[in-house]
Nanobody
Framework: QVHLVESGGGLVQSGGSLTLSCATS????????VGWFRQAPGKEREGISC????????YYAGSMKDRFIISRGNTSHTVYLVMHGLKPEDTAVYYC???????????????????WGQGTQVTVSS
């Protein structure tokens, strides 16, 4: 059974930084993809970035790479999203998702993953 647990959300002032963590368990190998997404109230879920875990290949949606960095732990099957220069419009629930189909992690960062975490709230105050 695959499980994802996000952590690291919270309240931060505009211009600040946060690091979100996504701890994965249940995959029998490193051949899986992990994506980060967010959803603000009244808006559709938006792709941020994804990683093909075993290769470390990463993709970013649009201009997300300017302020967001996806990375992985060396041995912990944890994927991180480091966020810099946060703005009030970054306020959203942030989700990580995972899937053994590594091809889902591509330039469009589409949310077609089978497994999702519970989400973590990020609030950026002005």
């Amino acid at each position: 059974q695959v499980h994802l647990v996000e952590s690291g959300g919270g309240l931060v002032q505009s211009g600040g930084s946060l690091t979100l963590s996504c701890a994965t368990s249940g995959f029998t190998s490193g051949y899986y993809a992990v994506g980060w997404f967010r959803q603000a109230p009244g808006k559709e879920r938006e792709g941020i970035s994804c990683m093909r875990y075993i290769s470390g290949r990463t993709y970013y949606a649009g201009s997300m790479k300017d302020r967001f960095i996806i990375s992985r732990g060396n041995t912990s099957h944890t994927v991180y999203l480091v966020m810099h220069g946060l703005k009030p419009e970054d306020t959203a629930v942030y989700y990580c998702a995972a899937d053994p189909r590594t091809s889902l992690c591509s330039a469009d960062v589409s949310p077609r993953y089978d497994y999702w975490g519970q989400g973590t709230q990020v609030t950026v105050s002005s």
